[in-house]
């Protein structure tokens, strides 16, 4: 099979968006370009500009600056400023917005009025095909579950083939249980029909699992965007790596022209600063092993199941924590040698931003600390 370039303009655009109310700058040179069929996840903190961002998209907004494109068409600049309902988008709220007195095929057929009646007929039956809710056509919303009601509403948003789907926290209002399923549900049939969206969560675990690509957000900008694993693994600031996830923060220093943290040397080239160094390290990039002379002692122990969470004080009065998953568990008071673990190249962070040094990639697996003298594994 002979694929085409992907040589097509980006499905939406957003250059130097911004968009005040009153003092408050909800957003501030926003710029972002969503390819064809990409999936974007939105996540930061409440009131730093998700659903600014999605208003502005949808045409719910005007940019007080800045333009929007959407599928190579301006939606939004100096000069223009279309509709909502002549921009293609499609929209997907937490409480799902379903007309309470029309059908689920009353529902999807709503946004079909200027389809002619034979073929709104066959989009819709086609709709609810994909989201395999055809047998319930002829249901209320209230006749249906919570989980239901989500596909009718993404049945809904895709019907009129939308350049572009935006959800605004879809799945909030589920339960746990349900949430992991419909979520998985809504990222299928998304992927199936090649259509582009950006979700807005809360949820950093959803953030990451569901997009190609997760957007940070803080205080109206955006911090970092990137792929799931590089704003987990390589966290553009501070900030980041503290809301995508647990983090703890080692301080570092120079000697010998090496980077050194208290769980030992950093691999790779470091251009030397005066700046204060951090290194960013997540529990389950930290070892422990049995030590009586080891560097940490145990704070405490966390028994998860599959894991043990153990947050341990180093000798200068730092603590780490170390989420390991074999069935290793120490107790508090004990000594253990806590070290980098094999294979982890951690994010070293100046000033509070990434800082940009080089990880060679023969460098040696990290060096232990001085004073931990056994092996990695537990005993
Ligand atoms: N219509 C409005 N009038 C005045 N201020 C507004 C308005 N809408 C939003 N804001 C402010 O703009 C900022 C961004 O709000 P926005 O709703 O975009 O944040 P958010 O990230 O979606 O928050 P949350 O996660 O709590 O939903 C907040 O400080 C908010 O108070």
Known sequence: MILAPDSAAPALELREVHRSYGKVAAATGLELSVRS????TIIGPSGCGKSTLLR???GL???DAGAITIAGKVAADRRNFKQPEHRQVG??????ALFPNLSVAGNIAFGLQKVPASSRRARVAEVLELV????????????LSGGEQQRVALARALAPNPAVVLLDEPFSSLDETLRA???GDVEAVLRSTGTTAILVTHDQTEALSFGDRVVVMRNGRIEQAGAPEEVFENPASRFVATFMGDADFLSAEFSDGQLHCELGRLPGSWPDAAQQLEVVLRPHEVSLSADEHGNATVISSEYRGAFTLHHVRLASGQSVHSLQMHPARFAPGQRVAARISQGTTPTVLRGGERSAGTISPSAPVLDAPSDARKSITAP
């Open 37 to 40: 069929g990409e999936l974007v």
């Open 56 to 58: 502005l998209i949808a």
């Open 61 to 63: 907004e005007r940019p």
């Open 91 to 96: 929209l997907v709220f937490q409480d799902h």
């Open 132 to 143: 395999r809710l055809s047998h319930l056509a002829e249901r209320y919303p209230h006749e």
């Open 181 to 183: 399923r419909v979520r």
